[in-house]
C-alpha cells in the first residue's frame, strides 16, 4: 500500500489536488447543519440530539489523528487515504440504514464514530507529503489541501438541501441522501489514492524539490511534553470552538436572529447561509494561511483571536440589526476559523520540524475533538434553556456569544506564551530516521 515515488520530472504541484480529492470529500461534515432541521422532524429529536452524530465525528477526526498519526507517517499517504475512503463512506451508509429504519444510534455510529475515523486520517493524511514537497512555502501548500476540507460543505450544502428537497425530507428521502453520498464520495476519494506520490529524494529545495530533514527536529514523543505543544492545543482548541459553534448551528442560527424582524430569513436562504460560511472558510485556509508565510505564524493567529473577538462582540450586541452585519461578521469568524486549521501544520513545522510534523499534528488535532464536543454544546444547551425559558431571536445566543468572547481571550494569551523549544527537546536523525521521514520508499540508488 505504500504510495508510488515520484519519477524524475515529477511536478510537486499535482499533489495538492491528490490532497483536495479527500479534504473535498471529508470536508461534508461542515454540512451537517443542514441535516439538522430534517432529522429533528422525522425522528423527533431535540437541537442537541441533532447535534450528537457531528459531535461524535468532530471527538473521533482528533482521536484517530492522534492514535492514527505515527501509523500515516510509516505507512504513507496512499494508505492512510485508502482508510480514509472507507471508512467515510461505510459511515454514510451506515447512516441510510439507520435512517431508513429510524434507529438513530446507527446514524450515531455510522456518521459520529466510522465516518469520524475516516474524518481523522483523511484530515492528516497528505500534511507531512505536502510540507516536504513545499518546505519554502509550508503555510501555502497545506493551506491549499486543508482549504478542501473547509470548502467540502460549499458543495455538500447545495447538494444536501437539493437531494432533500427531491427525495423529501422524511426518514427514508434522509436514508436515500445518505445513501448517494457514500457511494459518490468513495469514487471522488479514489482519485486521490491513485494520483498521490511521496518525494523521490531529500533534496534540497533549489528547482522545487522536497527539502532535507534539517534545522530543529523535535519527535512526536517529545513534543507532547514541552509548553509549545499545549500552548497551541490551547490556541486551536479556542478557536475552533468558537468557529465551530457556529457552524455546527448555521442555518437555525441565523433564522432564530431574524425571525422576530421585519426581514425573515427563509430555508433556503439559511442554506445558502451555510454555503457562504463554507466559501469563507475555504478561503481563509488558503489566504491567511499565505499570509501567515510572509507574516509569521504568531502574528496571524493574532489576527485570528484578536479580530475574532471584536466580531463575536458585533453580533451579540448588534447582530439581529443588520443581516448584512451578521452575515460580515460571521464570515470575518469563518475565514479566522479556516485560517486556523490550515496555519496550524506550518506554526508546528516552525517549531518541531518536519521530522515527525505529521504525527505531531495528529496528537494536537485532539483540541479539535475536545472543541467538537465544547462548541455546539454550548450553542445548543444554551438555546434549548433559553428556548424552555420562553425566550426566542437573538436572545437564544446572547449568552453563548459571550462566552466565546472569553475563550478566545484565553487562545490569545495561550499563543502569546508561545517560545521557541529548548534544545534538551530536539533530536537528530540517524540517516535511516531521516530518509524514513523524507519519504517511506524502498532504498533506491541515487543518481550521478
Known amino acids: 500500500m505504500s504510495p508510488p515515488v515520484a519519477p524524475p ?37 431535540s437541537g442537541t440530539q441533532s447535534a450528537l452524530p457531528f459531535q461524535l465525528a468532530i471527538v473521533m477526526l482528533g482521536l484517530s489523528a492522534a492514535f492514527g ?41 455510522g456518521y459520529g ?23 519554502d512555502r509550508p503555510g501555502m501548500a497545506t493551506g491549499i489541501a486543508i482549504m478542501g476540507f473547509g470548502g467540502g ?42 494520483l498521490v506520490r511521496v518525494p523521490r529524494a531529500a533534496e534540497p529545495v533549489a528547482g522545487g524539490g522536497p527539502s532535507a530533514v534539517r534545522g530543529v527536529q ?26 465551530i459553534g457556529i457552524l455546527e448551528k448555521a442555518a437555525p442560527m441565523i433564522t432564530d436572529f431574524f425571525s422576530d424582524t421585519s426581514t425573515p430569513v427563509s430555508v433556503t436562504a439559511a442554506a445558502g447561509f451555510v454555503a457562504l460560511l463554507s466559501a469563507a472558510n475555504m478561503a481563509g485556509r488558503i489566504g491567511w494561511s499565505s499570509t501567515s508565510d510572509l507574516i509569521g505564524r504568531k502574528n496571524v493567529y493574532r489576527v485570528y483571536l484578536g479580530v475574532g473577538a471584536v466580531m463575536y462582540a458585533l453580533i451579540a450586541l448588534a447582530g439581529d440589526s443588520s443581516t448584512p452585519l451578521f452575515i460580515l ?48 454544546l454550548i450553542v445548543n444547551w444554551i438555546a434549548d434553556r433559553q428556548e424552555e425559558a420562553g425566550r426566542h431571536g437573538s436572545s437564544l445566543y446572547t449568552l453563548s456569544l459571550f462566552i466565546m468572547i472569553g475563550l478566545l481571550a484565553v487562545g490569545f494569551v495561550a499563543n502569546e506564551l508561545v517560545r521557541p523549544v529548548h534544545t534538551r527537546h530536539h533530536h537528530v536523525p540517524v540517516p535511516e530516521e531521516a530518509a524514513d521521514a523524507a519519504r517511506p520508499q524502498p532504498q533506491q540508488p541515487e543518481s550521478a
Request: hydrophobic share 50%.
Open 9 to 45: 520530472g515529477w511536478s510537486r504541484w499535482l499533489v495538492p489536488p491528490a490532497a483536495l480529492s479527500v479534504h473535498l470529500s471529508i470536508g461534508q461534515a461542515y454540512a451537517w447543519s443542514v441535516f439538522k432541521p430534517p432529522l429533528e422532524s422525522a425522528l423527533g429529536l
Open 153 to 194: 460543505a460549499l458543495i455538500a450544502s447545495p447538494w444536501s438541501a437539493r437531494m432533500l428537497e427531491s427525495f423529501g425530507a422524511d426518514h427514508s428521502g434522509i436514508a436515500l441522501t445518505f445513501l448517494v453520498h457514500g457511494i459518490s464520495y468513495a469514487v471522488f476519494m479514489t482519485l486521490g489514492v491513485l
Open 69 to 109: 498519526g505515527t501509523l500515516v507517517e510509516r505507512n504513507g499517504p496512499r494508505w492512510a487515504m485508502t482508510v480514509a475512503l472507507v471508512c467515510f463512506s461505510s459511515g454514510f451508509l451506515i447512516s441510510a440504514l439507520g435512517a431508513a429504519t429510524e434507529r438513530y444510534w446507527l446514524i450515531v455510529l
Open 329 to 376: 461578521c460571521a464570515l470575518v469568524i469563518l475565514s479566522f476559523y479556516g485560517g486556523g486549521f490550515a496555519t496550524i501544520p506550518a506554526y508546528l513545522k516552525d517549531l518541531f520540524g518536519t521530522y515527525q510534523v505529521g504525527a505531531i499534528h495528529g496528537r494536537l488535532l485532539t483540541a479539535w475533538s475536545t472543541a467538537g464536543v465544547l462548541g455546539p
Open 218 to 243: 523535535v519527535s512526536a514523543r517529545s513534543a507532547v511534553r514541552t509548553p509549545q505543544f499545549w500552548c497551541l492545543w490551547v490556541v486551536l482548541c479556542m478557536n475552533v470552538t468558537a468557529g
Open 113 to 135: 464514530f466510522v465516518g469520524g475515523i475516516g474524518l481523522g486520517i483523511g484530515y492528516i493524511s497528505p500534511v507531512s507529503t505536502l510540507i516536504k514537497w513545499f518546505p
